[in-house]
Antibody, heavy 116, light 110 residues
Framework: EVQLVESGGGLVKPGGSLRLSCAAS????????MNWVRQAPGKGLEWVSS????????YYSDSLKGRFTISRDNAKNSLYLQMNSLRAEDTAVYYC?????????WGQGTLVTVSS | QSVLTQPPSASGTPGQRVTISCSGS????????VNWYQQLPGTAPKLLMY???QRPSGVPDRFSGSKSGTSASLAISGLQSEDEADYYC???????????FGGGTKLTVL
């Protein structure tokens, strides 16, 4: 059974940093691209970043303006999102999702709250 | 403002057929396949339709998808109360080099 479990969310002050993790199991992690998608409270889905299976290709939403960095460790079956210079508008549930030219499996999400 | 345009809400009575539209442009829907996601209240999104009209295993055939030019649509026939959810279309955008979502459509079963 495919499982994606996010962790690392929490309360952080504006300007602070946070690193999210996504632990994958039930499939060959090193064969799939992965994504981060976020959802602000009461709002719609917003794609954040994608990384190919070998980390050769990485894409970010223009709205992030270089503040976030996606990475993965295939040996640990893990996906990461380093978030710096956090702003109030980054407050959201962050989901990791497996990429098969669609987001076919999603984690349960981890909540990031940016507030002073 | 979302790159893909969906109606914010839709509704129907049990047994009815409802359609949700998704409008884009030549750089996204016009060039790539469309996926749909269903998000039940308080849960993570779930893949509902992929490559325009393909249903993942377990999705009832009451759900169907189509795409024409720069628009796509999701149809739900035989509406049931458990279909009450938010629905999102998504595709890759060749100009933005990223995935784009519609703003979501909240489906209410009256």
């Amino acid at each position: 059974e495919v499982q994606l479990v996010e962790s690392g969310g929490g309360l952080v002050k504006p300007g602070g940093s946070l690193r999210l993790s996504c632990a994958a199991s039930g499939f060959t992690f090193s064969s799939y691209g992965m994504n981060w998608v976020r959802q602000a409270p009461g709002k719609g889905l917003e794609w954040v970043s994608s990384i190919s299976f070998s980390s050769s290709y990485i894409y970010y939403s223009d709205s992030l303006k270089g503040r976030f960095t996606i990475s993965r460790d295939n040996a640990k079956n893990s996906l990461y999102l380093q978030m710096n210079s956090l702003r109030a508008e980054d407050t959201a549930v962050y989901y990791c999702a497996r990429d098969s030219d669609r987001f076919d499996y999603w984690g349960q999400g981890t909540l990031v709250t940016v507030s002073s | 403002q979302s790159v893909l345009t969906q109606p914010p809400s839709a509704s129907g009575t049990p047994g009815q057929r409802v359609t949700i539209s998704c409008s884009g442009s030549s750089s996204n829907i016009g060039s790539n396949t469309v996926n749909w996601y269903q998000q039940l209240p308080g849960t993570a999104p779930k893949l509902l339709m992929y490559i325009n009209n393909q249903r993942p295993s377990g999705v009832p055939d009451r759900f169907s998808g189509s795409k024409s030019g720069t628009s796509a649509s999701l149809a739900i026939s035989g509406l049931q109360s458990e279909d009450e959810a938010d629905y999102y279309c998504a595709t890759w955008d060749d100009s933005l080099n990223g995935w784009v979502f519609g703003g979501g459509t909240k489906l209410t079963v009256l």
